[in-house]
């Protein structure tokens, strides 16, 4: 277990997640004050906290409902016990689920730069996790999770059914890696290798209210890309002065597409630097993609996001094809064959609202 503030702490900066540092299921604004202020390249320790296990449907009581997993109360997250118990404001039907840390402001940042958000360590804070269904949601609503629908509130204020289907997911180590464990019965499991990422990272956009937490866009949130893992950088378009980063949803795994709902949600210790890229230097890239864009050591990743699943598909393929013509210098009708023979475009997630597909480029392929 990883308490807040307890153990390896990476950063130059530490952030906890507490009711004074954070949003539920709403994304920060151009409005909301900083909980943080860094220079720029600094790096910080953020301790997430995933939702599952702390929502409405869960009982809003994460002792009380892991103890029905065998989960002894000195294995329950301090800190998601006390934003569970709070007056953080969160509406199960009108809010996202996600718990989102910050905002953090980065000195010097101005609409027009590009933030780039480097993973550069994350640590799994709790040996089990969740993967869930929920009624009206997923690849396919109204047929999953196989159970009475949600009724939604009670009338006189009584015990609401939610009917969600929460699988709880024990982290074992195999082999020295972490793998989770989904039990299915007669001593079965399946079992499979973590790689751990944040699923939610971005900078507050140019508007007033906060936003809803699920879908993502140009600012970034709730991309669900499972390649930003630890060695990976994320470039998002600043929105407004100081960025105001934010970040939350920690996934210990995730299938390209997350076709359930949620992958498996589980707390993240996350290391990130955050860097300003000037507007002048950054202008090729934003003026190729005018959006999120990722890259790893071995790969660059160009995103399309849009509700219809189509059109995010068309979108990942034209900045794709904007990337290697405007960064690589390749006509574009070169850029549109090599992508046909040699790219990969991977369905993100499809359960957003907003559905993402990112292109994997491989850098070996320019040398």
Not at 70 to 77: C, E, H, N, S
Not at 222 to 247: K, M, T
Request: with cysteine; net charge negative.
């Amino acid at each position: 277990m990883l308490q807040p503030k307890e153990g390896r702490i990476d950063g130059a900066h530490y952030l906890p997640t507490t009711p004074d540092t954070c949003l539920w299921g709403r994304l920060p604004d151009r409005d909301r004050p900083p909980v943080l202020r860094i220079a720029s390249g600094g790096t910080v320790t953020i301790d997430t906290l995933s939702h599952e296990g702390i929502l409405e449907d869960q009982g809003r009581d994460p002792v009380a409902y892991l103890a029905g997993f065998g989960v002894p109360a000195d294995r329950v997250l301090a800190d998601a016990r006390d934003l569970a118990a709070s007056g953080v404001p969160h509406d199960y039907d009108a809010d996202g689920p996600h718990v989102v840390t910050g905002p953090i402001e980065v000195i010097g940042a101005e609409p027009g730069d590009v933030l780039r958000v480097e993973t550069l360590s994350l640590l799994v804070r709790a040996p089990y996790g969740f993967i869930s269904s929920r009624h009206g949601y997923g690849a396919l609503p109204g047929e999953f999770p196989e159970t009475e629908p949600d009724g939604g509130p009670a009338a006189g204020g009584g015990e609401r059914a939610y009917n969600s289907v929460c699988e709880f997911t024990e982290v074992v180590e195999e082999a020295g890696r972490l793998h989770g464990t989904l039990p299915y019965g007669g001593g079965r499991a399946a079992r499979f290798p973590l790689a751990p990422f944040l699923g939610l990272m971005g900078v507050a956009p140019d508007a007033s209210g906060p936003a809803h937490s699920v879908p993502p866009g140009a600012f970034g949130g709730n991309l669900d890309i499972n390649e930003l893992q630890v060695g990976s950088s994320l470039y998002l378009p600043v929105q407004v002065p100081g960025a105001s980063f934010y970040a939350g949803d920690p996934h210990y795994a995730q299938g390209d597409g997350e076709v359930a709902l949620t992958a498996l949600e589980a707390p993240l210790r996350a290391t990130l630097r955050l860097t300003v890229i000037p507007r002048e230097e950054a202008a090729p890239l934003l003026g190729a993609l005018g959006g999120p864009f990722a890259e790893t050591a071995t790969h660059w990743l160009p995103v399309g996001l849009h509700e219809d699943l189509d059109e995010a598909m068309r979108r990942a393929v034209r900045a794709a094809v904007g990337f290697l013509a405007t960064v690589q210098g390749m006509p574009r009708h070169t850029a549109l064959a090599y992508l046909s023979a040699a790219a990969d475009f991977e369905i993100s997630q499809v359960v957003d609202q907003v559905k993402g597909v990112h292109c994997l480029i491989r850098k070996a392929d320019f040398r």
